[in-house]
């Protein structure tokens, strides 16, 4: 039996370092190592400095852990005139019980609550493009690669 997940929407500042901790701990556990993508995490490039300073983070918790987690970007930060929803992690033993639609359905909440009206623009990887089209997304392109791994732009129009 799956617990009860607890739902957090917090703004950099807003978050305790143990809560960065396990959403750094999250992302780095899911996309660094057990997808072997080695990148710099914290948005250290250039054109990405501090994304995650500007953003909103909801994190998902049962029984006291960390086991969903994304981040909800506003426009300009990602794409020029979109919205933005990235970094969308499931930890590997949460997998499976329907947690990932719980996750999409709280951020697509939270965007109409802070960006009302925005179209929102996600870079997808291939392999969840239905998972995308279920939450309403259209893609928009063709496959392209991201770090080595197959990804196609989606759009959400609201």
């Known amino acids: 039996m799956t617990s009860k997940t607890i739902w957090q929407s917090k703004h950099f500042d807003e978050l305790t370092l143990d809560q960065l901790y396990d959403l750094l701990k999250l992302r780095i556990d899911v996309f660094v190592v057990e997808q072997t ?5 914290l948005d250290s490039n ?23 987690y994304l981040r909800i970007l506003a426009q300009g930060q990602s794409y020029d005139n979109y919205i933005s929803i990235g970094r969308v992690a499931i930890a590997e033993q949460a997998r499976g019980s329907g947690l990932g639609h719980e996750l999409m359905t709280e951020a697509l909440n939270l965007c109409q609550q802070h960006f009302p009206k925005q179209d929102i623009k996600i870079s997808a990887q291939e392999h969840l493009i239905n998972y995308y089209q279920y939450h309403g ?14 990804h ?7």
């Open 37 to 41: 993508c080695y990148y710099p995490d």
């Open 46 to 68: 250039k054109n990405q400095l501090d994304r995650d300073k500007e953003t909103i983070h909801l994190l998902g918790y049962q029984s006291g852990r960390l086991v969903s």
């Open 137 to 150: 997304f259209e893609q928009v392109s063709d496959m392209y690669l991201e770090d080595d791994i197959p």
């Open 152 to 158: 196609v732009a989606m759009i959400k129009k609201v």
